[in-house]
């Protein structure tokens, strides 16, 4: 059974993890040994917390084991170099630093070691799992799902990219205005896709997704405070506080999912509505329209429907096609190819479908509801059956494979 203080470890490691590690590893330039440090401490916690209570800040006790830890590791590393004078200097000075921030609220550096992922020393397809690993705390199995790779390449390539840092010595600062653009990207993709993450409910169906995406809209918050002209990360925020504001609306009342075009639009969050409408408004007047501001305005179109009633499926498709214009990911095919059913008739849909690429939708889970749902709509029973029961097998939440299950029934009774 869990104890109180298995939930209490539990908790802080996920509210705190990504805070703990910036701090620690842009002081010890070492993320492995900042992990380490952390896991040891979590360790601790659990074998101490339950015999002598839940300290009274348990975010602090777990900066202060895990600043231990890491100093007498590197001490150890230090003996077995034969104690070079620079490395004993250097663990004195980071204890010292350490010691005076244990002291106090210490800050909050993940931006930091958000834009030392995304240092031009790592390859730059791992910026983003690195991210969602090292300043999240999502484990491999998550990241190699979302990025349809095996959990052992996801694991290898995250190994790799936290040597580098350490081996390259990458600072924790926040780039200048040279390199800013393009390490931006990169941030903006790995916050947008925790969001994601959190949103699919792969890190839990309850409190955890919450959590995540709420950490990935805080993350958004603070960047756009250091950026406040920055129209991509203004739009990204936009686009989250869209979907974040229907999140109480796709369950019913018994927990069973409901798709975004059956969602009832007096259950959406209006005050973040009116939050991201604002937004979207703001970054339109900044003159560089990038895409994650036409993903918001997607989004715009769809909580449209609380005012008019409907949904304006030609508008959706004119931003799908700007939106594969600028950035053809897979997501967007898929989506584009719902919309295109929607506005064009599913046979249109089907077609456009079947020319993606086979490989990179083997294990994409979207690309099978829908083909699943084009399918059925076009009475091919047999095959939209085949598709259906794929897109359950990839699916990681029950809710939607409730759902799918339920749709397949129909399926198979049609074609009785």
């Given at each position: 059974m869990t104890?109180?203080?298995?939930?209490?470890?539990?908790?802080?490691?996920?509210?705190?993890?990504?805070?703990?590690?910036?701090?620690?590893?842009?002081?010890?330039?070492?993320?492995?040994?900042?992990?380490?440090?952390?896991?040891?401490?979590?360790?601790?916690?659990?074998?101490?917390?339950?015999?002598?209570?839940?300290?009274?800040?348990?975010?602090?006790?777990?900066?202060?084991?895990?600043?231990?830890?890491?100093?007498?590791?590197?001490?150890?590393?230090?003996?077995?170099?034969?104690?070079?004078?620079?490395?004993?200097?250097?663990?004195?000075?980071?204890?010292?630093?350490?010691?005076?921030?244990?002291?106090?609220?210490?800050?909050?550096?993940?931006?930091?070691?958000?834009?030392?992922?995304?240092?031009?020393?790592?390859?730059?397809?791992?910026?983003?799992?690195?991210?969602?690993?090292?300043?999240?705390?999502?484990?491999?199995?998550?990241?190699?799902?979302?990025?349809?790779?095996?959990?052992?390449a996801m694991g290898q390539r995250l190994v790799r990219a936290k040597a580098r840092i350490r081996d390259a010595g990458v600072g924790f600062t926040i780039p200048d205005s040279e390199a800013l653009p393009e390490r931006l990207s990169a941030v903006l993709s790995a916050i947008y896709a925790a969001y994601g993450l959190g949103w699919d409910g792969l890190d839990g169906e309850d409190g955890g997704r919450g959590t995540l995406a709420g950490e990935a809209i805080w993350l958004c918050r603070a960047l756009l405070s250091m950026l406040p002209d920055e129209p991509e990360a203004v739009g990204l925020l936009s686009l989250m506080l869209y979907c974040e504001a229907r999140s109480g609306a796709r369950r019913d009342a018994d927990g069973n999912y409901v798709p975004l075009d059956l969602q009832a639009t007096d259950r959406w969050n209006a005050i973040m509505l009116s939050e991201a409408d604002a937004l979207l408004r703001r970054a339109g007047t900044m003159d560089r329209f990038?895409?994650?501001?036409?993903?918001?305005?997607?989004?715009?179109?769809?909580?449209?429907?609380?005012?008019?009633?409907?949904?304006?499926?030609?508008?959706?498709?004119?931003?799908?096609?700007?939106?594969?214009?600028?950035?053809?990911?897979?997501?967007?095919?898929?989506?584009?190819?719902?919309?295109?059913?929607?506005?064009?008739?599913?046979?249109i849909g089907l077609e456009y479908l079947n020319a993606v690429t086979a490989s990179e939708i083997v294990n994409y889970q979207p690309y099978w509801a829908i083909r699943a749902h084009l399918l059925a709509e076009t009475t091919e029973h047999q095959a939209a059956e085949a598709a259906y029961l794929s897109a359950i097998g990839l699916s990681d939440s029950p809710a939607v494979r409730g759902f799918l299950m339920k749709r397949l029934a129909v399926v198979r009774n049609g074609a009785a």
């Open positions: 104890t109180d203080a298995e939930r209490a470890a539990e908790r802080v490691a996920r509210q705190s993890y990504g805070k703990l590690i910036a701090f620690l590893a842009a002081r010890s330039r070492d993320v492995p040994a900042a992990e380490d440090a952390l896991s040891e401490a979590l360790a601790d916690a659990l074998r101490v917390w339950p015999e002598r209570g839940i300290p009274d800040k348990p975010e602090a006790w777990l900066l202060v084991a895990s600043r231990r830890n890491l100093i007498q590791n590197a001490r150890h590393r230090a003996v077995q170099a034969h104690a070079r004078p620079a490395i004993a200097l250097a663990i004195e000075e980071a204890e010292a630093r350490m010691a005076d921030a244990a002291e106090q609220a210490f800050p909050d550096e993940r931006l930091k070691l958000l834009f030392a992922c995304t240092h031009s020393a790592i390859d730059k397809s791992v910026h983003t799992p690195l991210m969602l690993q090292v300043v999240l705390g999502i484990d491999a199995r998550a990241i190699s799902q979302a990025f349809v790779v095996s959990p052992e990038g895409p994650f501001q036409c993903q918001a305005a997607i989004q715009s179109v769809h909580a449209a429907r609380r005012l008019t009633g409907a949904t304006d499926w030609n508008s959706l498709l004119a931003f799908y096609e700007a939106l594969l214009m600028m950035k053809p990911t897979i997501g967007a095919q898929v989506s584009h190819a719902a919309v295109l059913g929607r506005a064009k008739g599913p046979g």
